[in-house]
């Protein structure tokens, strides 16, 4: 079960809860409350069913934008994303911020960073991929993680960015034991790449809070460079 059902269904009893114990005293008949119960149920059952949760993780991500260290944690996160990937030679043709953003873009998840290439796709399906391809791709998906450990000492995002290379695994055919240790190398890869870039970095996360092109976000990268300034 995904976390975004796990949180759906947490609103739902917390809800449920509240109208039986707030019932009394808004004058709501136990019908009223079964019917409210069955609704929600309904809802959210219609939204995992036929809409594969994308309902519940709007609701989710509208809710968690009121706060302000989830909004940084999110801009943060994929500004390491999009930080790592320039700096690997990873073309970027989008982001997104919100799961609204993300569902207009034609993409799952709260946001993230949408890519011009299917390189790595192309490659695992001919056999082909090479090893530098694997550190690459593998050490931009962390970067997201990367980003908000640097910050905040731990990460709250990066389920998705996980599962990528635990799929990317099963598709080589490596054993999956290595992958605890191919996520350690990837992100301690990431923190270093945006430890050493860490004017770019802050430029680039002001950048994407504002919204701005990826054109300009590319431009503001190559400006504030490390190499740049020697």
Request: aromatic residues 6%; contains cysteine; charged residues 20%.
């Amino acid at each position: 079960m995904s976390q975004i059902t796990l949180n759906l269904i947490a609103i739902s009893v917390f809800s449920v809860t509240m109208l039986i114990l707030l019932g009394p005293l808004l004058a709501i008949s136990p019908e009223g409350l079964a019917t409210v119960t069955a609704a929600l149920l309904g809802i959210a059952a219609v939204d995992q069913l036929g809409w594969q949760g994308r309902g519940g993780r709007l609701l989710i991500d509208w809710i968690s934008q009121r706060s302000p260290e989830y909004c940084d944690r999110i801009v943060r996160h994929e500004a390491g994303h999009f930080l790592t990937a320039y700096l690997l030679g990873i073309p970027i043709a989008d982001y997104t911020l919100t799961a609204w953003e993300a569902l207009h873009s034609g993409v799952d998840g709260n946001g993230g960073v949408i890519f011009k290439t299917d390189d790595i796709d192309r490659a695992v399906a001919a056999g082909k991929i090479s090893q530098q391809e694997i550190d690459r791709y593998c050490t931009v998906w962390m970067a997201g993680i990367a980003a908000e450990e640097i910050t905040y000492g731990s990460a709250e995002g990066g389920h998705d960015d996980r599962l990528k290379l635990n799929l990317l695994w099963r598709q080589i055919n490596r054993p999956l034991a290595e992958v605890p240790l191919k996520q350690r190398w990837s992100m301690l890869q990431a923190k270093t790449l945006i430890e050493k870039e860490a004017d770019a970095y802050g430029v680039l996360i002001d950048a994407m809070a504002e919204r701005r092109p990826v054109s300009e976000c590319c431009e503001l990268i190559e400006r504030h460079l490390h190499s740049a300034e020697v």
